[in-house]
């Protein structure tokens, strides 16, 4: 009963967010026309950072405690990173960054429809089957951190199905921080598998998820040499919160 009752909740937020994206997407449009450009973009993922999210994640009866808030500073450009666990992995993360970021986002998301057009608008896309387009994205987020934006990058790569706390860290996002100077935060979801379960989509409780914020981890002083170093630097960090 437990299991069909989240099942339920899981449809309910489904249903929830597709109607939340179908009254959002008039105005983020609107805004496109108006205000064309970055400034558009900006305004864009913002409402959707701290506005759509905050409130899909009350419809569904999911609140935030986030620590380690003091530690990041909205006027500084992140390599973001955090681990990935479960569907709903994408919507906490950008409401318990208390500025904007664009995601690094793999190219089946833009399938999906409506959502899939706003991915396409809001985030990076790489093909992951694609050599071409993984060194495209590359160069495409040395330009947005030059650009002042913070870039938000699953070092894990996609989801953890594992019964692990945490997947091996590819070292793409931290080559990027390193080749660029950019600070390091980290993010670390570290319950979210009462709320919404790994391996099953259509699972989702009421519930408090706790988000931890490390960090940053400054990399100006370090060569690209050093990337596997990081990673694994980083990843105990997160291990520190999971086990």
Known sequence: MRGLLRSLWAILGVLLFLLLLFISTPWIVLNMIVTPGARALRRNIYFLHHVFTPVFLRCIGVRLRVEGLEK????????????????LDFIVNAA??????RYL?????????VFGWVVKKMCLIVDRESRLSRARSIVALRQQ????????????GSRNRTEEPLGDFYEGAFRIALQTGTPIAIQTIVNIRDISNTH????????????????????????????????QQVRQIMLQHLT
């Open 200 to 231: 099953n989509a259509l699972d989702l409780a009421p519930g408090c998820v706790r988000v931890v914020w490390d960090g940053p981890v400054e990399t100006s002083n370090l060569s690209a040499e050093h990337a596997g170093e990081l990673a």
């Open 105 to 113: 986002a793999k190219r089946e998301l833009t399938k999906i429809p």
């Open 96 to 101: 318990a960054f208390p500025g904007i970021y």
């Open 72 to 87: 990041i500073d909205v006027q500084r450009s992140y390599v973001l990173v955090g681990n990935h666990r479960s569907s």
């Open 145 to 156: 951190l030059a650009e002042g934006w913070s870039v938000f990058i699953y070092p894990e």
